[in-house]
């Protein structure tokens, strides 16, 4: 205000009241432009302009919702445990999906085996039986 800045200069306001006022004024006008300036120097380069845009239709999407959105309680194992337990579950029946299918495949090529063991077999018997036939 314009009393505290007499107040700081006491002695020049005494003595001349209407240029500590003219002072006060400038100083007043120069400050208010100098950090307009900074404020659109920072708005340039941080591009924030656009990013207040984006986060002015967010707000506006939001609005839409019906359901509050999630804050963290403050204890952060429990927030931690809640973001991610929906995602292990997920992760978990995915796993047991695929864990399915290849006890599936490991199946078939077990009996792929089998069948591959007992054709040995028999191959072996006929052979034995043809070498016994032509002895």
């Not at 999407?61 to 952060?76: F, L, M, V, Y």
Request: glycine share 2%; with cysteine.
């Amino acid at each position: 205000s314009y009393q505290r800045f007499a107040n700081c200069y006491r002695c020049f306001y005494k003595l001349q009241p209407e240029m500590t006022r003219s002072i006060y004024d400038q100083f007043v006008s120069q400050l208010q432009t100098s950090i307009k300036e900074e404020i659109q120097e920072v708005k340039d380069e941080g591009n924030l302009e656009v990013l207040f845009n984006s986060l002015d239709k967010m707000v506006e999407e939001a609005k839409d919702h019906k359901e509050p959105a999630w804050r963290p309680s403050g204890i952060p194992e429990e927030d931690v445990r809640s973001a991610m337990v929906p995602y292990l579950l997920k992760h978990r029946s995915y796993l047991q999906k695929v864990l399915k299918e290849k006890e599936e495949e490991n199946r078939k090529v077990a009996e792929s085996v089998l069948a591959g063991r007992d054709r040995i077999a028999e191959l072996q018997q006929l052979i034995q039986a043809r070498k016994l036939a032509w002895q």
